[in-house]
């Protein structure tokens, strides 16, 4: 995969799966525009790829207030003209019912994982070079939930139908698909011995007999990202080592029911 000097756009860069993302893209040349509210983190993201001859901006910011969203975007085009790719990483959970989130905890998350995708979409819309992509991060969680997960799941839900309108509405000028994780440990990023603290039963629930990493995800964004990829548009590629596909009874896989 070729990526030399194309612009790659980053939500939520500074921290786990979008760090992961910057920084392999990074690494194979790309220029690499992100935003992010952590601003120490994504300084200290932005001078590792400096650090190592790469191109980057960083842009501090909340991506729930269109402020930031148009800021953002303007930053992005006056660097360097244009988009290539744009990733929409950006989300969080402020969890749900049973815990009390609220009408304003809801649309907050909503307005980071479905809201500002869309409106980046839209304002980047004019300026996407040829053979250009858009990748969405959604999650199994999309189809699959825990208890007290409806703020994450319903911005999921929503990311993941927002992926194939796009699709439609932006055919011929940009691709647009998206990525599902599954269970990712983003300590991976940082520490070499991170599977260590990982259990059996955490491991083969897993039919390839291991938890996931950021890498997993940066892969299967660069695929679809990747012009020799171009027949594929309106998708979802769920990573997350089949763990949504094997059925796990009492007793199986080192899991027990303990009872709620």
């Not at 921290?15 to 990074?26: K, Q, S, T």
Request: one cysteine or more.
């Amino acid at each position: 995969m070729n990526f030399e000097n194309k612009v790659c756009v980053v939500t939520g860069g500074a921290n786990g799966i979008g760090l992961c993302i910057v920084n392999e893209f990074a690494k194979n040349k790309a220029k690499v525009a992100f935003v992010d509210l952590d601003e120490t983190a994504g300084g200290r993201a932005l001078k590792g790829i400096q650090a190592n001859g790469g191109e980057g901006l960083f842009y501090p910011g909340d991506i729930a207030e269109k402020q930031t969203l148009e800021g953002f975007t303007q930053k992005v085009i006056e660097t360097f003209g244009r988009v290539d790719y744009l990733i929409n990483n950006a989300c969080l959970s402020r969890k749900g019912i049973l815990s009390g989130c609220d009408y304003e905890d809801f649309n907050y998350v909503l307005r980071v994982g479905v809201t500002a995708p869309y409106m980046l979409a839209k304002l980047f819309c004019n300026h996407f070079g040829e053979a250009g992509a858009v990748v969405n991060i959604s999650s199994t969680r999309s189809s699959m939930s825990q208890q007290d997960t409806e703020s994450y799941t319903a911005a999921k839900g929503g990311i993941s139908a927002l992926t194939h309108a796009l699709a439609v509405s932006l055919a011929g000028k940009v691709r647009v698909n998206s990525v599902s994780p599954g269970w990712i440990d983003v300590s991976a990023n940082f520490d070499s011995d991170f599977e260590k603290k990982h259990s059996l039963a955490d491991k083969y629930q897993h039919p390839v007999g291991r938890v996931g990493q950021p890498i997993d995800i940066a892969r299967a964004v660069m695929f679809l990202c990747d012009k020799e990829n171009g027949f594929i548009t309106g998708q979802n590629i769920t990573v997350d080592g089949g763990m949504t596909k094997q059925m796990i009874y009492s007793g199986d896989e080192g899991w027990e029911y303990k009872g709620r």
